[in-house]
């Protein structure tokens, strides 16, 4: 139900932004996060942005990535900014609806961002 | 903020029951009840599987249980098959609107 595009090869020092987007629901009214994972590696979250639009981030890319919606595209951005190698993972969107909203309750099928 | 500790391997036979451990701080998995499970398959996104603790999504079977005591959450997957071996997450908000995920847990059944 989430459909993450913009992932690629990317030289270290570029840029890249990654969207996500869905037709089941409005971007806007859940908590929405991305999660990345290193190859071979496990699960780390990187960044959220709440419904009334705060937003948050893991120490790593703090300054460097950026948390964005477009309601009237009803999709969700990470721009990533002076990517390093260790920035090299499957980034997925998800949505946060259950209970009081801390976990991640529907995902994307993640997009491959290779940083070399 | 330091990833959660799981058992990096976990083993059962069908039908058996198998325990994976997650433990953490008071500042995230004993200090909230937002623990949560998610299983992956290779190459597959991963899929909640419990959240706060011990709530299982309507779509989730009740062969997969949550509980926490102190610092340590746990997942327990009852009737083992063979669709359920696969990489198991833990992760537990953590306060300072972030979130921390354990190393995962490959489940094998044997």
Not at chain 1, 48 to 56: H, L, P, S
Not at chain 2, 91 to 105: E, P, Q
Request: proline share 4%; with cysteine; net charge positive.
């Amino acid at each position: 139900q989430l459909v993450e595009t913009g992932g690629g090869l990317i030289q270290p020092g570029g840029s890249l932004r990654l969207s996500c987007t869905t037709s089941a629901f409005l971007i806007g009214s859940n908590h929405m996060s991305w999660v990345r994972q290193a190859p071979g590696k496990g699960l780390e979250w990187v960044s959220v942005i709440y419904t009334g639009g705060n937003t948050y981030y893991t120490d790593s890319v703090k300054g460097r990535f950026t948390i964005s919606r477009d309601r009237s595209k009803n999709t969700l951005y990470l721009q990533m900014n002076t990517l390093s190698a260790e920035d090299t993972a499957v980034y997925y969107c998800a949505q946060s609806r259950l209970g009081n909203r801390k976990s991640f309750d529907i995902w994307g099928q993640g997009t491959l961002v290779t940083v070399s | 903020q330091s990833a959660l500790t799981q058992p990096p391997a976990a083993s059962g036979s069908p039908g058996q029951s198998v325990t994976i451990s997650c433990t953490g701080t008071s500042s995230d998995v004993g200090g909230y009840d937002y623990v949560s499970w998610y299983q992956q398959h290779p190459g597959k996104a991963p899929k909640l599987l419990i959240y706060e603790v011990f709530k299982r999504p309507s779509e989730v079977p009740a062969r997969f249980s949550g509980s926490k005591s102190g610092n340590t959450a746990s997942l327990t997957v009852s009737g083992l098959q063979a669709e359920d071996e696969a990489d198991y997450y833990c992760s537990s908000f953590g306060g300072n609107n972030n979130w921390v995920f354990g190393r995962g847990t490959k489940l094998t059944v044997l």
